[in-house]
T-cell receptor, first 114, second 110 residues
Framework: DSGVTQTPKHLITATGQRVTLRCSPRSGDLSVYWYQQSLDQGLQFLIQYYNGEERAKGNILERFSAQQFPDLHSELNLSSLELGDSALYFC?????????????FGPGTRLTVT | QQPVQSPQAVILREGEDAVINCSSSKALYSVHWYRQKHGEAPVFLMILLKGGEQKGHDKISASFNEKKQQSSLYLTASQLSYSGTYFCGTTPGPARQLTFGSGTQLTVLP
C-alpha cells in the first residue's frame, strides 16, 4: 500500500459524459501527478500540481482539467468523453515538486467509456 | 522524448539473470525504474542520477551511463515475484517531468 488513495476504483460511463476522478496523496506529500495508461501501453503524464498550483502539463487534452485543493487532494475532470478515453488513470504523489524524487502511485481508476 | 526500452519482453526461468535496457536520444539527468504487476499500480524501484552511479537492493541493481544516455536494470537470480512490466522513466533536467518508456514485460517461470 503506497498511501495514495484513488476513488472510484472503476467507472463505466457513456460517450459525451463527464466524470471526476479523485486522489488523496500520501501524508506529507505536496505534489500530485496524473497519468493515463491505455491498454498495454506506457504511462502518459497528464498534469502535475504542487501545493495547490499547477506545476507542469503533459499530454493533457483540452477536455481534461484538474485541480488540487487546500487539503492537497486532487481531482481530474474528464468531459465530452470518447471511446478512446477508456484507460487506467493513475495518480501519484511525491514530497516535493521538482528534482528526481520517487513517485508513489495510487491503485488507479479504470475508466470504461461505452 | 520517450526513452526506448529493450527487450520488449523476456521470459526466463527462476534463478536466471536478466538485463533490461533504457536509452534516450537526449541527454539525461535522471533515470527512474518502476515495476508494475498486471492490474496494479507501478511500484518505485530506484532512481539514478547522472554520474554513472550504480544502485541496487536485494538482487536488483541498475547502472546509468550518462555519456551513452542509457541505463540498464539487472535482475540477478530471478524470483517468481520479479514477474511484471518494468518501466524506465527519464528526466532531462532536475525540474523536468518524467517521461516513461513503453515497458519491458518480464515473465519468470518456475
Amino acid at each position: 500500500d503506497s498511501g495514495v488513495t484513488q476513488t472510484p476504483k472503476h467507472l463505466i460511463t457513456a460517450t459525451g459524459q463527464r466524470v471526476t476522478l479523485r486522489c488523496s496523496p500520501r501524508s506529507g506529500d505536496l505534489s500530485v501527478y496524473w497519468y493515463q495508461q491505455s491498454l498495454d501501453q506506457g504511462l502518459q503524464f497528464l498534469i502535475q500540481y504542487y501545493n495547490g498550483e499547477e506545476r507542469a502539463k503533459g499530454n493533457i487534452l483540452e477536455r481534461f482539467s484538474a485541480q488540487q485543493f487546500p487539503d492537497l487532494h486532487s481531482e481530474l475532470n474528464l468531459s465530452s468523453l470518447e471511446l478512446g478515453d477508456s484507460a487506467l488513470y493513475f495518480c501519484a504523489s511525491s514530497v516535493v515538486g521538482t528534482g528526481p524524487y520517487e513517485q508513489y502511485f495510487g491503485p488507479g481508476t479504470r475508466l470504461t467509456v461505452t | 522524448q520517450q526513452p526506448v526500452q529493450s527487450p520488449q519482453a523476456v521470459i526466463l526461468r527462476e534463478g536466471e539473470d536478466a538485463v533490461i535496457n533504457c536509452s534516450s536520444s537526449k541527454a539525461l539527468y535522471s533515470v527512474h525504474w518502476y515495476r508494475q504487476k498486471h492490474g496494479e499500480a507501478p511500484v518505485f524501484l530506484m532512481i539514478l542520477l547522472k554520474g554513472g552511479e550504480q544502485k541496487g537492493h536485494d538482487k536488483i541493481s541498475a547502472s546509468f551511463n550518462e555519456k551513452k544516455q542509457q541505463s540498464s536494470l539487472y535482475l540477478t537470480a530471478s524470483q517468481l515475484s520479479y514477474s511484471g512490466t518494468y518501466f524506465c522513466g527519464t528526466t532531462p533536467g532536475p525540474a523536468r517531468q518524467l517521461t516513461f518508456g513503453s515497458g519491458t514485460q518480464l515473465t519468470v517461470l518456475p
